[in-house]
């Protein structure tokens, strides 16, 4: 066992309000600078939908992950071998059409304009030639179904479906919509590691850090030949245009260092984000990325181990994982979303790099009919009152397509997911409105697989966690990295006396 | 053997320095967003190096109960995008003047050193005044200094004041809870002034007319909180991811505490991905949907089975048990106004027995609690303890007659989409009244009649659930597109859920209900599905509507400060829908009211032209109307008293009689005679003339003069009865427009002077709302950037400027004659029982009864700045009142005077000031009239609290002060809220009890502690009996069709070819901008398509040859706006979206369809139409309220044409 200590994530995406708060905070503190115009290390899709930069799924055009050929894991963009004699050829990047051109307008128009015979109007202009500009794409573009007809029909997941499904979807009766966000999943099997060609000998500019497994890139390593840009199959790592380096998501270190969760965190006003430590076993990652796709997630949740296994705990002190961090690791709600709950799963697991980042799938509305031009919700006229809150089978999820989203084609894990959540509100809801006898509660709850305590600790931690209770956040014990170069004495009285430093273009 | 190595080497980690050294800063600041959002959430602004860097959300709100999740965080998309603004090239940073009038200005000065009179030479000079006027909006803007532009502004009042009155001066600012002395600053000086206040909550169609119909308030809900109580909750019209984005967490979290959640939407909105069920119900149509659900309600859960939480809710909370007077008409009875005590020997002489009512219970009896007792003599009686007035018996009401009636009577039940009047049985009795036999039924008996429930009744009641009479599942479908199956079995879960719940179903509505023509009976099919299921006053339950930021929590001494009730009684607070209607002119563009809107066949007063109702209104007192009269009113109280009138009385008595006389008239009767014209408007915190500008090229044309691109031509001529017709209509009536305002919008566009603001972090203030329970703070992160002022600074230079030029105008003070409608929450509230008109010879006009009160007021215009700065002492002689809660204060006055007097501020921010030997309470900076506003509050100050329970106790008779004995001796002051938000206290002007953490829900406190709501009956009302409600047919909640485009006039003149499609044009709140704050946001722009874009259903946009993100133009002949198309699959074919709002200034280009002048914005699409029937006055919860109740400026039920842009031109 080789365990280590993992920042991770959940993201509840039945409480995703699709509000974009997270995204503008992370905008605000991180990349409102010359060259990160277009950078959107937070962003949140509306599915189906083709995300930002467009069509980021699909690997035939943008060769981002790995592939399993035989026994063997090799980055789809090309082996790790031929990277360096392919550094000057790199075909697989996202353009300014599949990103966007960014604009901005003449605000200024506004007021200096001299008198004329019609009002003044602020103009979109590019704000890369600063002329007048036709806007015709966004870090949002597809925003709630807008121009369904043309994104959310060539949203890649939507193969998983027949014709006929997919033109369901966009009937009354089954239409429906749902939000992913996303930052970079700082994964254990990251593609952009392993195809940074920067250093000569590993290692390249980027790296995972020690302490936490947060994946950064070192801007004064970088050289800008972009491969992680292509290898990274979420398309979280940008090419900042201005300073000719690459730039992604560095999950607010900074912030968590000091005690507080990522910014995307913190101002998500769902409150569908959670974060704390999973323990790993990082001997398994290759064995684990190499499954076949129907297994990958549970080969995922396998390396996850359990923090309170003495094995564990002896490995990780081995591995010189702090007591602290451990017993932060077995208050983690990372922990029994993923691992004991089973309701949360990572995304486009097949692309292979293990995301750390894990979603729990949204529950939609009851299907409907429509006859003779009346709409009625599916069901109604012949079931009795109970239960309330709709079965599977009746509900606007198209399974496969959740499948192809969050468990590489394996449409029975997503399904026990749902069982669970659906058997959480309806205990609930018999706990409270006592309108359900005993004996199909407990019917409800063994088809679930779930028991009345689980229960109700999924329900706390998804109806009332606090803000403590959300973010677990790892204490970091920054003195001691410092003291590998200074006295922390030292620098506690000399921190910040120097003058600011600007990255440069090479 | 790792795969992937991980990095410890501390050396080659060095540079994470660098976004370390991003994330420091140097000041972190509470404040928030004053903005009209409703959202109240406490952020911190960071400063680095002195400048605002971002924000983030506090995550401090103080726990409630434990059983309830947090509301950390709170603030969207749009709060954190403010930042972007404070240095944007969006920014006003200077004072603004346009061109040609600056020009003027100077060349009149020049030669004119006096203010007032180079002010005169330009606006007497009709080429100067055209000049500037048509330049309106066209850029040629320069900067001027502070004292230049304050110099013009208090010279055009001043100028306004003398020359026509000072009620020719306006404001429009809205939803003073976002920022209070923001709002405050300016209506303190406009009522100093003798200016007017005009109201927004209303012309926002925000303003739920149905909460004043049937609770007798202006609006009362719940907190977000409260959400989670519920266990079956139903949104209609509001999308609250969009509009209630810090709160929606609670609607996800309530779902996993077992709630069943509806979504009732025409579109598959974003709240509907959380919805059970989402129910797709056609546009405007939800009130048929309600009444299918009644009638199964009705039928299975009161006529089939009975069930005891419900029979006892009714008859003790709700007018249901009341006796109504049958009234004989051709084929059999109608429903009447309800019986009147008095009219029965046992009450024959009971003090206000015209407004005391009836129930039966063997005999009539008349329990406590109506509104009689509220402003009787007879005081301790005004409780709905369900006991007899006279000996204090109880009683035991009966609902229904049946099987104990004298009479199956057959009652006129009219249907308005089929026109058809059924009569249906009805079990009555007959009672001695008058000393004959009057029939009677209980509402109850009524309301089952009504809905078609027939209990085997004889009559011409439906069958069954399938029979397609009214109002039976099978005859909705007709109308809403849902099948029968669906709606009956939302009834049975709705209702069955508060059956088991005691009342824990709830329904939250929103905009995209409330903004049609029949909004009212909208809100009223869900409220009486409320009531019949017991869910009002019910943690967990009621109508929750969350449109406009109307709660200001700590609203009695807020209004004392904002509109100068401390010096001078009472305020001019004008109704802004019936006031655009007629000085913009849109009155001028339709027929009769008649034409288009939905009526029983035969009427009394339901007819003829808007404008005539709307004068009538006026004279009879029911709405205000600035200003008042075709004379200056300082001149008319001069002349009064030339002639001999020394007293109030006398002066009334003089203008009665020349308005009888008709050498006097009421402004309102000739709206286009440049005597009556508004001459001054100040727009601040607002957006005036775009995003609350209904009827936005109606505004462009008559107030400013400028460019339009209306089309549309006078059509009233022939249908105006009364009220002037002028040709031609008067075009630019507005002298001066002035703009206070942080960012470049449309309405700073087109004013003539922009003054810059402080944004939201650049000053301090206080906020409530009504989805939480806290007050905090708008704080200073920097000083204001640039030349930018407060709103509370800038108000108080006006008001220093206008003193010192007013020794010259108005060396003494001046009497100024003030008239004021019938209020509510006074005893006006028993003015008229019957409609009388005094002007057509029904009955004498008597000012406070039969016409508006008429006041004189004294004022002084030297002293306007000392009064300005200073608490008066009229608030400790006549204290504080809210909501009809009087709070004495002199012990609380007395002590703010224990404060000190000092020139600079101290740190707490509590001080006195003194002028002419008398010292007061300081208004001078905005931190003091912060404190003394949270020391005499009784939602901030346990004492007062206290205090006014106590009071409240000897009205109503029931304990109401041990409420308060806990919490005596909390205190708040501005330090406080900055350190972290507070919980409000429970407060009798409030109907929710809040204490230990209990979430806000509003009526608990009248369901627990029998306070009477303020109606006729102080219960809840099913059913209105004002005379205009029966004549409208809208005594009990009905379905009315939406207003037939073909009959509106609106697309008269456009083109009609086959390359566009007329689409019903919906307006929902936006998702990138609070109205159209942000919608100029880069921020938001980038996030969206960089424009609003107008969402078309598929099938619509392949007929008129669109593609996503095409260029297209709609219009109609109001206007017309040029925009891309958003094409989605979720929109409802024959309708078509745009998020409310948008801006002129952004990324606008030319409309061909108005021959290539550059298209307009979302109101240049809408005109204002005025629902007459919302007008009624003089009468019990139907009496005036600022904000409170009129006509609402819907917008729902307008149509426009849209087609593809062929050629796009800049």
Known sequence: MDIRAQVSMVFHLDKCVGCHTCSVACKNIWTDRRGTEHMWWNNVETKPGTGFPTLWEDQEKYKGGWVKKGKKLTLRLQGRVRTLTNIFHNPNLPTVDEYFEPWTYRYDDLFNSPEGHDQPTARPVSQVTNRPVDIVSGPNWDDDLGGSAIYARNDPNLKSLTDEERAQLRKLERIAFFYVPRICNHCLNPACVAACPAGVAQPGAIYKRGEDGIVLINPEKCRGWRMCVSACPYKKSYYNWATGKSEKCILCYPRLESGHAPACFHVCVGRIRYLGILLYDASRIKETASVDDAELVEAHRAIIQDPNDPEVIKAAKANGVSDNMISTAQRSPIYKFVKEWRLALPLTPQFRTLPMLFYVPPLLPVLAAVKDGHYDIAGVADEELRPLLGSLDKLRVPLRYMASLFAAGNVGIVEQVYRKLIAVRIFMRAQRVKDMPDAEMQQILAQANTTPEEVRAIHHLTAKPTFEQRFVIPPLNREMAVEATVDPYQHAHEAGFSFRKVIKRR | MGWIKDMVNPKLRKWEEFYRNRWQYDNMVRSTHGVNCTGGCSWMVFVKDGIVTWEMQATDYPQLEPNLPPYEPRGCQRGISTSWYIYSPLRVKYPYVRGALLDFWRQAKASQPDPMQAWASIVEDETKRTRFQQARGKGGFRRASWDDVMEIIAAACLYTAKKWGPDRVFGFSPIPAMSFFSYAAGSRFLQLFGGVNMSFYDLYADLPNAFPEVWGDQTDVCESADWYNAKYIVSMGANLNMTRTPDVHFIAEARYEGAKFVVIAPDFSQVSKYADWWIPVKAGKDTALWMAVNHVILKEFYADRQVPYFVNYLKKYTDSPFLVEMVKDKEGYKAGQFLRANRVARYKDVENGDWKLLVYDGQPRMPKGTIGYRWGKDSGKWNIKMEDGLDNSPIEPVLTFFGAEDEIAQVACHEFVSGQTAYRGVPIKYIEADGQRVPVATVFDLMLAHFGVGRGLPGSYPQSYDDTQAYTPAWQEAHTGIGRDTVIRLAREFASTAEKTEGRSMVIVGAGANHWYNNNLIYRGPITALILCGCCGRNGGGLNHY????????????????????????????????????????????????????LPPETRWAKGHCIDLVAKAVRMGWMPYFPQFDNNPLEMVRQAEAEGARTREEVSRWLIGQLKSGQRHFAVNDPDSPENWPRVWFIWRANAIMSSAKGHEYFLRHYLGTHTNTISQDAAAQSVKTVTFREPAPRGKMDLVVDINFRMDTS???????????????????????????????????????????????????????????????????????????????????????????????????????????????????????????????????????????????????????????????????????????????????????????????????????????????????????????????????????????????????????????????????????????????????????????????????????????????????PQDSQSVILNYLTPHGKWHIHTTFMDNDRMLKLSRGIEPCWLSESDAERIGVKDNDWVELYNDNGVVVTRAAVSARVQPGTCMIYHATERTISNPKAPARGGRRGGAHNSLTRLRINPVTMAGGYAQFTYGFNYWGPTGMNRDTYVRVRKLSKLSW
């Open chain 2, 547 to 598: 449109v406009g930021q109307e709660k200001l929590a700590p609203q009695a001494p807020w209004r004392t400060i904002a509109f100068a009730l401390d010096w001078l009684k009472p305020p001019r607070l004008q109704q802004s829908p019936i006031w655009h209607y007629a000085n913009s002119d849109q009155w001028r563009y339709e027929g009769a009211f008649s034409d288009y809107a939905s």
């Open chain 2, 748 to 1054: 700073a566009l087109y004013s003539d002077i922009v003054l810059p603001t402080a944004s939201w972090y650049e000053k301090n203030d206080l906020n409530s709302t009504d989805l939480h329970s806290y007050i905090h703070n708008l704080g200073q992160a920097v000083p204001p950037v640039w030349e930018a002022k407060t709103d509370w600074e800038i108000f108080k230079s006006l008001a220093q400027k206008v003193s010192e030029i007013a020794p010259h105008v108005f060396p003494a003070p001046v009497r100024d004659l003030v008239t004021v409608p019938l209020m509510h929450d006074t005893p006006d509230e028993l003015a008229q029982t019957q409609v009388c008109d005094w002007a057509i010879g029904e009955c004498e006009p008597v000012p406070g009864k039969t016409m508006p009160h008429i006041h004189v007021v004294e004022r002084d215009y030297v002293n306007l700045y000392k009064r300005f700065i200073a608490f008066g002492p009229q608030a400790r002689q006549d204290g504080l009142s809210a909501n009809g809660v009087h709070i004495p204060i002199q012990n609380f006055y007395d002590d703010l005077l224990q404060n000190s007097p000092s020139a600079t501020p101290d740190p707490w921010h509590g001080r006195c000031v003194s002028w002419d030997g008398q010292k007061y309470p300081s208004l001078e900076d905005v931190l003091d009239a912060a404190n003394v506003l949270l020391y005499l509050s009784p939602e901030t100050n346990g004492e007062v609290a206290y205090t006014a329970f106590k009071s409240e106790e000897k009205r109503t008779g029931v304990p109401l002060a041990d409420i308060a004995e806990n919490t005596r001796g909390v205190r708040m002051t501005f330090g406080d809220l900055t350190r972290q938000p507070k919980r409000l206290l429970t407060s009798p002007c409030w109907s929710g009890m809040m204490n230990d953490g209990r979430a806000y829900s509003a009526w608990c406190m009248n369901v627990e502690r029998l306070v009477p709501w303020r109606t006729l009956s102080g219960r809840q009302h099913l059913y209105l009996d004002h005379p205009y409600y029966l004549d409208f047919g809208e005594h009990f909640v009905t379905y009315k069709p939406k207003l037939d485009p073909q009959k509106l006039g609106e697309n008269l003149y456009s």
